[in-house]
């Protein structure tokens, strides 16, 4: 009988960071936060930036709406070398039209970074991806589908990568992109760091998590 339902995360981490000035964010990440709007980090922004930040491999459950979204383009922002014009993030989303919003975030809170990030996603032209791909990019967010397609022709390089983030996890699972996951993730370095994002918290996640994570951390925010 397959082992792999068994909780394998049993770290669960408290720490709250209530101010994004107690976060050490580079200073021009810290001016594009505040000129988006925010003022405070919501509760899953207070418990999962810093952790993340850190290098923790990490399953962060929240519903939508809850700031996940902004809570991971921070991380990102904050991890991205500039002056290295190599991917460095990717993140890879269920659906092309949340891939392009999440572009649009990172490029909006990242105005001050100096950040290439662009939407790697299934419909775009192909040719018009791998140009912009081989004229280089700091973050990669796509479909599985496009992006395994960059990287299996090795239009997209994975040596830079630092951080694999999935988002919407529960979703990508039910719309059958397990196996383009694998794939992808085999495509990897080894020492990349992983993080989930997911509304809730399914048997079919904690396979995957036992799949790619190393003693990872478990957040849980309950709106
Ligand atoms: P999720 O990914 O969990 O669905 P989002 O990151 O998209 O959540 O955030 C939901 C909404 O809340 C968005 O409109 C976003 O701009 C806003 N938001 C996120 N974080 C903050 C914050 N710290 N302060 C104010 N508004 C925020």
């Known amino acids: 009988m397959e082992q792999t339902e068994e909780l394998i995360i049993n770290q669960n981490w408290h720490e709250v960071t209530e101010t994004f ?3 050490n964010l580079k200073e021009p990440l810290l001016r594009g936060i505040y000129s988006y709007g925010f003022e405070k980090p919501t509760a899953i922004q ?9 290098g923790h491999d990490t399953f962060a459950q929240a519903q939508s709406g809850t700031g996940k979204t902004a809570a991971y383009t ?5 991890l991205i070398d500039t002056s290295v014009i190599q991917c460095q993030a990717l ?11 999440i ?4 490029l909006q809170i990242g105005q001050y970074s100096k950040i290439n990030c662009h939407a790697c996603i299934g419909g775009n032209n192909v040719r018009e991806d791998i140009r912009i791909l081989e004229k280089g990019v700091h973050i990669v967010i796509g479909t599985p589908g496009r992006v395994f ?7 997209l390089s ?24 694998k794939k992808i993730f085999k495509h990897l370095p080894g020492s990349i760091q992983c993080c989930l994002f997911s509304a809730t918290m399914a048997p079919e996640i904690l396979k995957l998590t036992n799949n790619f994570m190393r003693e990872p951390i478990r957040i849980i925010v309950k709106k």
């Open 149 to 155: 397609d960059m990287i299996s022709r090795n239009h």
């Open 103 to 106: 572009c649009r975030v990172i």
């Open 21 to 23: 000035e107690d976060m």
């Open 46 to 54: 207070q418990k999962v930036i810093k952790p993340i930040i850190l």
């Open 74 to 78: 921070i991380v990102v922002l904050e």
């Open 91 to 101: 993140i890879l989303t269920p659906a092309r039209e949340l891939a392009q919003g």
């Open 158 to 181: 994975t040596q830079n990568l630092k951080i694999f983030i999935l988002e919407e996890v529960d979703e990508i699972l039910s719309r059958g992109f397990k196996d383009q996951i």
